[in-house]
């Protein structure tokens, strides 16, 4: 493996949350991300999963530095930024970028698509051979979009062309790194495997890394290289994606990967459909021990007192609990 463009050590990020009224007070915290641990190779697409409120998203922002992490570290390509100012990160903006899930939202409606992908240009004193307009032309029919619609707004594109504005905004100043925050949950199916693949042109032409945030097991599946697997802010599983699809070792990431639909009929009827019990329990007041505990059917009394470590089971495969499958 190449050398890490990114690397998170024991990231945390926890929001106080406060009782309302003219007089609040600190209630206590919520531990979006408790722990997390991962590293991205040169080149390499690193799948974040979980279902909904595991933290990924905020993983994802943070690793970005629009969230203040709380503790931890933050390695881009073997510089500490966990803690930098923004002034600091000015530099590292350009080699950073994010494309957001919500293409209706991430675009400014009063802004036409040429000053919105043209923008980066500006706010990095940028002046691209042949002129910021050319440039933006380039980049829009290299997301597959017509350059003549350059002095069009957003709301005169579909949600798929909305993305392909945001994903054209993200590689304009040719970033090492993208994160990628469940860029295809919102669009159609149809569209969904379109943007995946303009995806990954886009990473063999430019030698873009990513950091796909979703939950979306055979998008993650399609486009990762590895898959971190996050359950309550901790990092449950990590392993090369083939391994993990073939042979999943943590109970909760077999839970996940039983719900994703296999395309035979013969086999979907046959096999074994794991159902969670339960909602997932508040960031707010995690379970002690194994935070997986009060939902997993392979619970023991260890579970409910000891937190797992991580630990290496095969080459880039890491897992954190004391019953694997």
Known sequence: MAENILELHDLKKHFPTTSGGLFSRRKGVVKAVD??????GVGETVGLVGESGCGKTTAGRTVMKLYEPTDGKIIFQGEDISHYSRKQMMPFRSQMQMIFQDPFASLNPRHTVGTIVGASYDIHGIKPAGGVENAV????ERVG???E???RFPHEFSGGQRQRIGI????ALRPKLIVADEPVSALDVSIQAQVVNLLDDLQQEFGLSYLFVAHDLSVVQHISDRVVVMYLGKVMESAPTESLFAKP???YTKALLSAVPIPDPRLERTRERILLQGDLPSPMNPPAGCVFNTRCWKVQDKCRSVVPEPVQIAPNH??????PE
């Open 35 to 40: 722990g997390v641990s991962l590293s991205i």
């Open 137 to 140: 032309r380039d980049l829009l």
């Open 145 to 147: 979009l017509n350059p």
């Open 149 to 151: 619609h350059i002095n």
């Open 168 to 171: 054209a905004r993200a590689i």
């Open 249 to 251: 070792r943590h109970p």
């Open 318 to 323: 890491t897992l954190a609990c004391h019953f």
